[in-house]
């Protein structure tokens, strides 16, 4: 007799009613952040916000905290119409604010389902062992990249992963940790192209990745079909992509043998945060191995380009080389882990009938990425970034118990980790006009047996460095990196990822959690900076030029560029051509200039 697995236990009526009050909180605190709902004040710390048509109000209590941050208490959250209390329904939430949120009619159901993908991941997540912040602080590398509740901090619609099925929810999301094989294409060296760092050569890297066992009997398969396994490069791909959309939508190329299935690789990989990424947990100090992936998930298609694949390489070398000659960086102990092979294929028909944007495009691709792990001294373990803004179900924080941890103060324990973090970034933005995406998820820190950070390691580098500097003289190959940004918005990238969109939500965690003092936060980040720039007296000019001292800076608001487009939020290529900048925030170190 078949033993029977609910795909959807999960979807109970309690977790539900519990993932609709967490994502009414974030989206109160968020929409009213970004200036999309404006909450009138009822006294004692209470507001309230009307739907469009006024005929429903939400009532909160929520402190105020730097940068027009809303720290909104979930149990305080109620709905009403006139004198009847509601159940808190996010789809309600959303399309009895629609005009506010300036959601059009082709966008809001589309907003609609990646709001019910997130909602029902949030309901699952509360159905794993609850492990405290304390217990997971003390996890390994993967634990803790498999055990993060939230996502992306801003993005209220942060889970949608649309095309996932809750079986492939189950296979897939990173929450789920379940191990995953890759699948195996052989592609055609005629539509297909390998690039490589410097010292790097297919055979050997394929080799090393896969096992010769597992190379050679790829090669016996292609030989059974009468196909010589020179003519082909070997492709990973996300089963999901093969068996959802390469099967069908590269039939001919598969019926013509230009691409030829070879099956699942012996290796188990892990997802990570950003859902198309894997980390080889039968060998951690293998390569991480990054794949196309044609599902809707915050503002983009996942997919990958063949031909952004084809610098990356190339951009990765410049990139390592540049930090290991800065005396700055290298004393910060500050390093990347290099994209160091890509490959992709080229379905020409498709290209012939699309622009460079098409999701077409962007469907059988991938690069595998260094490991951190193989860098690590003794005594030091990983963490991702994004875990210090990580929640436990009590209330209390991942970077708490890091501080409580490692015997410092937490202002020596903040201290640690801005010159591992906040540093770099500044120093890569005033020497070289260089400005990276440095948000949790694309920030790996190492941390000492304390629980200290000792230094901090960036990741997705060649899809999102950005060099300002027109006359910079780049490499011909490393050339895609440059961008054209208007002066009086160079800096707002720091400002906005790093200020706004991190330590906004870090400063207002450990001052809730009574850890650290908001003050005493943006003091120690304003003693970083002002470190920093006394070591530096030859950049002087920068610093009076591009003031992160300054006064205010812009509001750039994520989540006005998803609910305007969420298929293609922003053009890598014009990173500030698509922002939705809606007034000023008061810089919160400004005063201790």
């Not at 609709?20 to 974030?26: E, V």
């Amino acid at each position: 007799m078949s033993t029977f697995t609910d795909p959807v236990a999960h979807l109970t009526p309690e977790r539900w009613a519990d993932a609709n009050r967490a994502l009414i909180r974030k989206g109160l605190a968020e929409f009213a952040h970004e200036r999309l709902l404006d909450p009138q004040e009822l006294g004692e710390g209470r507001y309230r916000v009307l739907s469009d048509d006024g005929r429903t109000e939400y009532r909160f209590t929520a402190d105020r905290f730097a940068l027009d941050h809303w720290q909104i208490y979930p149990d305080s959250i109620s709905c009403h119409q006139g004198s009847e209390q509601l159940p808190l329904d996010a789809l309600r939430f959303i399309t009895g604010l629609r005009g506010a949120l300036g959601l059009s009619d082709e966008i809001l159901p589309v907003y609609l389902e990646e709001i019910s993908s997130t909602l029902a991941g949030t309901a699952y997540k509360s159905t794993k062992p609850r492990v405290t912040a304390a217990e997971l602080a003390r996890s390994d590398f993967q634990a803790i990249e498999t055990g993060m509740t939230e996502g992306h901090p801003c993005f209220v619609a942060n889970n949608g992963r649309l095309g996932f099925g809750v079986d492939e929810y189950r296979a897939y999301a990173p929450e789920a940790a379940t191990p995953v094989h890759l699948v195996w294409l052989a592609a055609h060296r005629d539509r297909t192209t390998f690039t490589a760092g410097a010292g790097i050569d297919y055979e050997s890297f394929v080799r090393a990745e896969l096992g010769d066992r597992a190379v050679d009997g790829f090669a016996a398969a292609l030989a059974a079909r009468g196909l010589d396994f020179a003519d082909y490069l070997l492709v990973p791909v996300h089963p999901w992509q093969w068996w959802n959309k390469l099967s069908v939508t590269f039939a001919a190329e598969v019926a013509q043998e230009r691409l030829v299935y070879l099956g699942e690789g012996d290796d188990a990989y892990l997802a990570q945060q950003s859902i198309r990424t894997f980390f080889n947990s039968s060998d951690p100090a293998k390569h991480y191995v990054k794949t196309a992936l044609s599902v809707l998930n915050m503002g983009f298609m996942r997919g990958l380009s063949a031909a952004y694949m084809e610098a990356t390489p190339a951009i990765n070398d410049w990139l390592a080389g540049l930090i290991e000659s800065d005396s700055v960086l290298k004393a910060a102990r500050f390093s990347i882990i290099r994209e160091r092979a890509a490959v992709g294929y080229r379905h020409l028909e498709y290209e012939a009938a699309t622009d460079r944007y098409s999701p077409y495009r962007k469907m059988l691709a991938a690069l595998w990425r260094e490991s951190p792990v193989a860098s690590l001294g003794e005594g030091e373990r990983l963490a991702t970034m994004a875990s210090l803004l990580h929640v436990d179900h009590a209330g209390a924080s991942f970077a708490g118990a890091l501080i409580k941890e490692s015997g410092l103060t937490p202002t020596e324990w903040l201290r640690g980790y801005l010159d591992a973090y906040l540093l770099p970034v500044l120093h890569c933005f005033y020497a070289y006009d260089l400005v990276y995406m440095p948000h949790g998820e694309n920030v790996i820190l190492v941390l000492d047996e304390r629980g200290a950070v000792a230094r901090a390691v960036f990741k997705d580098i060649a899809e999102e460095i950005c060099v300002m500097d027109p006359d910079a003289v780049l490499p011909p190959a490393v050339e895609r990196v440059r961008a054209e940004v208007p002066e009086d918005m160079k800096l707002l990238s720091v400002f906005t990822d790093v200020f706004d969109c991190f330590f906004r939500f870090l400063g207002a965690t450990l001052a809730a959690e009574g850890v650290l003092d908001e003050d005493d936060f943006w003091r120690a980040v304003a003693a970083c900076v002002k470190g920093y720039q006394a070591a530096n007296p030859a950049l002087a000019d920068r610093f009076a030029q591009y003031d992160v001292f300054a006064e205010t800076f812009a509001l750039s608001a994520l989540n006005r560029l998803q609910l305007r487009n969420n298929r293609q939020m922003v053009d890598l290529a014009d990173p500030s051509g698509a922002l939705q900048l809606v007034g000023d925030l008061v810089n919160p170190i400004a005063r201790f200039a």
